[in-house]
């Protein structure tokens, strides 16, 4: 059965950083491609940043060069780097897998932020930055 499960989140100050953590399991063969979705209060939720199996990442661009995504296939856990957090960061994130084997190029590179390609979703976890 697969499972991805999200740990990290806390309520920060502004200009705070944070790291996000996502353990999948379960997986027959690979996790595939793997994101970051956020979902504020009132708000749809909405993709932060993604990362293909050969690494390549893709960001919102709202967190361009403040965020940071990775993933260890050895420990099967994809991470969220977060820094300069502003209170427009506040939200509840989760994280996603399309699952299956190789996951990349320009096919997911123009839908990584869409809901509908992840069939495998966390929990989530809170983010609040707050002052």
């Known amino acids: 059965q697969v499972q991805l499960v999200e740990s990290g989140g806390a309520s920060v100050q502004p200009g705070g950083s944070l790291r996000l953590d996502c353990k999948f399991t379960g997986f027959t063969y690979s996790s595939g491609c793997l994101a970051w979705f956020r979902q504020a209060p009132g708000k749809e939720r909405e993709g932060v940043a993604g990362?293909?199996?050969?690494?390549?990442?893709d960001y919102g661009a709202s967190v361009e060069g403040r965020f940071t995504i990775s993933r260890d296939d050895v420990k099967n856990t994809l991470f969220l780097e977060m820094k300069s957090l502003t209170p427009e960061d506040t939200g509840n994130y989760s994280c996603a897998a399309t699952g299956g084997g190789y996951c990349g190029g320009d096919y997911w590179t123009s839908r990584w932020g869409r809901l509908d390609i992840y069939p495998y979703w966390g929990q989530g976890t809170q983010v609040t930055v707050s002052s």
């Open positions: 990362i293909d199996t050969a690494g390549r990442t």
